[in-house]
């Protein structure tokens, strides 16, 4: 085994992963190493593709700001609580029966303090009724409040063609019914949509096992099992992998579904710093070498839970380290591809083709339907006796209801389309159009002087807000100018670093990326959101991307 | 300078080294305690290379008895083919027949129409259909309850409901029989779980009155200890009802709020087919949290959660499976809502199921070797062996075999699953069979006496 100095993973060059001071001279691309992995096989196989990520951080007097504005936002809240728990203010949220008055308290008043006094204010940004197919631009119901936000009515208009920045539809296969859905529409009408039982009872159709065999092939790995919710997949199959005596290395920002799958399973879990391959490393030695707490004896298994793509950040997995790191200490690697399967990558495998590298060194392969599919449901993927045990073990498999026909014929549908079984070359033609724009997208932005986090090639693209009251102003604003985008508070953010998250999609044209992007200018001249404080490049024709060839 | 002179020699001898101690104390490092013998760096690397950890999974073998499925080809509606022969169906849980019902094809066709299938979003960001909200509000109307929510996911409905109510230091009093979701709820919420015994109501009076007990010997704690009792409409596991009126006693007695699990009562029980509450004549607000799925008798895929909005509103935001999964696809909720539909239109059709329930529960006592477990207004009940061998693999195998006899002769059954090692209070093993509004009565009366043969061939 190679000795640690010029071991698996090259830690001289590893890219940093904390936030940039703002005396970077670069100018909007950050790059900031190059990575290197050695295969342990003998085989050289060098990745030398740069990561860039940036993750800048605000001016002083903005944070200071933004919790000025949360300080601001407490004093009233108490003030108001005060007003209503004496009367003199109409309290108009829901309350607990006369016979029950007293049953010992449902809810703590402190929990809500944050919903019932700051939440509430903002809360027609959020749950924003639409009555179309959620494409590139969909209708959004107006609805209106009479008393401040506590409840809503519609006024009957519907605000059409709205521009949607917001849903995950990466490569722009959830629209209307069109003939290439007609698929869709004969299982329906055979299959019906309901199932009724369970995998292992009656539940286990035809169409699930011609799912699970092209999901197989598409990953290009030996077997998948599906499962009917994505947030079940995590939340249902970690406890079956990993139980007491196994540890969990989970990132620190891992979506709620693995965080309950990770509780659930019993095992011990330790976090590490977001995308840090330093302290993940310094984890697994640790777990490693000095084995379970107190006991000293050694752990059963070692799981690393970590994402493709986080939704909040934008970042992308640093996938090369962390196989280098995995095969180092013999730990096993769990990978929860929802934003990245579909949608990075050449021919939209994820990231595991993003970074080049062989799906057989990830132990678990996990993705979700709904995003780039335009369906519902999750799947599993790996070797054949992962999946094999699963088929058995799985919380899901026996208790769980399979997945409806129609939406599993979606599936298949959007997979043959991507993969390109239906004849066409559109599939592959959308994938690169959704990186075109991602890349067009992303780097407008950073012209114009906004802070935006994550990886280069990311469609997910988080735009730093900070202060509460510019999240309610500018998803507003932008409503009015027809343009639907999704804001971000706490708690799925840190308290400080509200955020306004664009999610790119194959189905928007460069007209309507202008459009927006127009209109975010005005907005970010507006209410004064273009805190960034790199400078702009001397030489704007070299990234002008439309006047030469790029090699993907 | 005359103390210091007056005092005896070793005095000054003593406290001067005293001194000189104390300095050297002073400056001298700490000393860290060495917890850990220090390993030298190539031991580290030892310790590295031998580490082998398990297999991610242990093999199975191919035989197990799980692995491999029945594949039914096409619909699972009421005739069905199961690997390959054509059954009729005893074993989907399509309770008013309605999962090959040309109304509810065409609601969600109409639905696939306009909306396409996946919503690409969670219900906060542009997840919100109006056709989600219109089922919301049927849902409740229906049920006769202020507000009610979706989930898209039968599984997740009552495993996120519990844990957004229930915290740690709260405390749960669950039926020994709940379903796993049920389980899988409390283990999430981290409350403290008391089990009591299946449907018995002094067992649970014990419980309560223990736990007021404690109560009174720390009063400051028991006013911020939240109390609930979960228990299921029909359950699922052993075919038997709830004594509700006695759980809404005991509710305002010990101060217990009451959730209700009726993923299977819902659809079934009552004149309109609205759950238990209705079968036991109980006004619904009695009952704090009302949860089902929309599986078995709504033919569709989802789950939903009713009750008062000052209960249910607090969902929206804790939910785990409500704030953080995309939601429900509207090709589903439309079929839901035509489903609800035909309900409501003719409620004749939870008689019809009653009598039909009664009649194969008559006809099936009296096999030889085989018990009916649940009552006979339940539509998914139990067959158990009367004695057990002794082993739980030789019980499921005997029961395999009678399964497979009656395949063969074109009754389509299952057994029913566990996880065995995952489970709190296993349940014995068991033939499930499930009666539905569309099997007619030749074919209630040939499945009972194919089972009969069978058990007879098989058992003796």
Excluded at chain 1, 18 to 29: A, F, I, R, T, V
Excluded at chain 1, 38 to 52: E, L, R, V
Excluded at chain 2, 168 to 189: E, P, T, Y
Aim: proline residues 4%.
């Amino acid at each position: 085994m190679a000795n640690p100095g010029g071991g698996a993973v090259c830690n001289g060059n590893l890219h940093n992963h904390e936030k940039q001071s703002d005396g970077s001279p670069s100018g909007n691309c950050a790059k900031n190493g190059i990575v290197r992995e050695a295969q342990q096989n003998g085989k050289p196989h060098f990745y030398d593709k740069p990561i860039a990520e940036s993750f800048e951080e605000a001016p002083l007097h903005v944070m200071v700001f933004t919790y000025l504005g949360y300080g601001l936002g407490t004093l009233f809240g108490y003030l108001r609580d005060f007003l209503r728990s004496w009367g003199i203010e109409k309290c108009n949220a829901a309350v607990e029966r006369e016979e029950q008055k007293d049953f010992v308290p449902l809810y703590q008043n402190f929990e809500n303090f944050y919903t019932r006094n700051l939440y509430i204010r903002i809360r027609d940004n959020w749950n924003r009724p639409i009555c179309s197919a959620p494409g590139s631009r969909f209708d959004v119901m107006e609805r209106v409040s009479d008393d401040y936000n506590w409840t809503f009515r519609f006024t009957g208009r519907i605000i059409k063609d709205v521009i949607n920045m917001g849903s995950y539809n990466f490569l722009g296969l959830a629209a209307s019914y069109d003939e290439s859905m007609r698929t869709v529409k004969d299982v329906l009408e055979e299959y019906g949509l309901g199932v009724a039982s369970t995998r292992h009872e009656m539940g286990t159709l035809d169409k699930h096992e011609e799912l699970e065999n092209l999901v197989a092939k598409f990953l290009n790995v030996e077997a998948a099992m599906v499962f009917g919710m994505g947030f079940a997949t995590n939340s249902m199959n970690i406890p079956a992998l990993v139980g007491k005596g196994c540890l969990i290395l989970s990132d620190e920002l891992n979506h709620a579904s693995l965080v309950l799958g990770a509780r659930l399973s019993g095992a011990t879990i330790r976090i590490f710093k977001h995308n840090n391959m330093q302290s993940l490393e310094k984890l697994l030695r640790d777990a490693v070498i000095y084995g379970q707490p107190r006991v000293r004896r050694a752990w059963k298994k070692i799981l690393i839970l970590v994402e493709g793509i986080y939704s909040m950040e934008g970042s992308i997995l640093h996938l090369p380290q962390i196989v280098a790191l995995k095969k180092k200490y013999k730990a096993y690697l769990y990978i929860d591809e929802a934003h990245s399967i579909g949608s990075v990558g050449p021919t939209g495998r994820g990231v595991v083709e993003f970074f080049g590298l062989d799906p057989r060194d990830v132990d678990v392969l996990m993705g979700t339907f709904t995003k780039s599919f335009g369906a519902a449901g999750g799947y599993i993927a790996g070797r054949k006796e992962l999946v094999d045990y699963l088929r058995v073990h799985s919380h899901s498999a026996v208790y769980a209801t399979s997945m409806s026909p129609p939406v599993a014929e979606q599936i298949i549908r959007s997979m043959k389309f991507i993969m390109g079984l239906d004849g066409t070359t559109e599939g592959l033609q959308r994938v690169r159009q959704l990186a075109k724009n991602t890349r067009y997208f992303r780097q407008r932005l950073n012209e114009m002087g906004f802070i935006i986090y994550g990886n280069e090639e990311s469609p997910v693209i988080p735009l730093l807000l900070y202060m509460p009251a510019k999240v309610a102003a500018f998803a507003r604003h932008l409503l009015n100018r027809k343009i639907g985008v999704v804001v971000v508070g706490f708690p799925a953010t840190p308290l400080a670093e509200a955020r306004a998250r664009f999610c790119i999609s194959a189905a928007h044209t460069r007209e309507m990326l202008d459009t927006v992007l127009e209109n975010l200018d005005e907005m970010g001249d507006l209410l004064q959101l273009k805190y960034s404080r790199h400078r702009k490049s001397a030489r704007p024709e070299l990234y002008d991307e439309t006047s030469f060839e790029l090699d993907d | 300078m005359r103390p210091v002179q007056a005092a005896p020699a070793y005095h000054l001898i003593l406290e001067g080294i005293l001194i000189l101690w104390i300095i050297r104390l002073l400056f001298s490092k700490t000393y860290k305690l060495q917890e850990r013998s220090d390993l030298t760096v190539k031991e580290k690397e030892e310790l590295i290379e031998e580490w082998q950890p398990e297999p991610l999974v242990p093999p199975i073998s191919k035989d197990h008895p799980a692995l491999n499925y029945n594949i039914v080809s096409g619909p699972p509606s009421h005739n069905i083919v199961v690997n390959g022969k054509k059954c009729v169906n005893f074993a989907s849980f399509n309770f008013l027949g309605l999962l090959d019902n040309p109304r509810v094809k065409a609601a969600a066709l109409a639905s696939l129409k306009k909306y396409g299938v996946g919503t690409c979003g969670p219900r906060g960001f542009y997840g919100t259909f109006d056709v989600h909200l219109d089922l919301e509000d049927r849902l409740a109307k229906f049920m006769k309850t202020e507000e009610a929510i979706i989930y898209s996911y039968g599984f997740a409905t009552i495993a996120s409901a519990i844990p957004a109510y229930s915290k740690r230091g709260d405390i749960v009093f669950v039926d020994r029989a709940a379903c796993f979701a049920i389980q899988k709820g409390l283990q999430a919420s981290r409350s403290d779980i008391k089990l009591f015994k299946h449907n018995d109501m002094t067992d649970l009076e014990r419980l309560l009155k223990e736990q007021e007990m404690e109560d009174q010997k720390n009063p400051r704690k028991a006013r911020v200890t939240r109390r609930f009792i979960v228990a299921e409409g029909l359950y699922m596991n052993t075919g038997t009802i709830c004594p509700l009126p006695e759980l809404v006693k005991l509710k305002y007695k010990y101060k217990a709020r009451i959730f209700l699990e009726e993923s299977l009562s819902f659809g079934v029980l009552g004149e309109h087919g609205r759950g238990v509450t209705e079968h036991f004549g109980i006004s619904i607000d009695d009952i704090d949290l009302i949860s089902a799925n929309m599986e078995n008798s709504l033919a569709s895929i989802g789950g939903f959660c009713c009750g008062r909005s000052f209960v249910i509103d607090h969902q929206r935001l804790s939910g785990q499976g409500y704030c953080f999964s995309a939601s429900l696809p509207p090709l589903l909720a439309a079929a839901a809502m035509e489903a609800l539909n035909i309900m409501e239109e003719n409620p004749g059709i939870f008689s019809v199921l009653k009598e039909k329930c009664k009649r194969i529960h008559k006809a099936l006592q009296g096999i030889s070797g085989l018990k009916v477990v649940g009552e006979s207004l339940s539509p998914a009940f139990h067959l158990q062996l009367k004695d057990s061998t002794g082993s739980r693999e030789k019980d499921v195998k005997l029961l395999q075999e009678i399964v497979n006899h009656c395949m063969d002769r074109s009754i389509a059954l299952t057994q029913a699953r566990y996880l065995e090692k995952e489970e709190k209070c296993l349940p014995p093993p068991s033939i499930r069979v499930v009666v539905t509004v569309e099997q007619t009565d030749e074919e209630l009366e040939r499945a009972a006496h194919t089972i009969k043969e069978v058990a007879q061939a098989v058992l003796l």
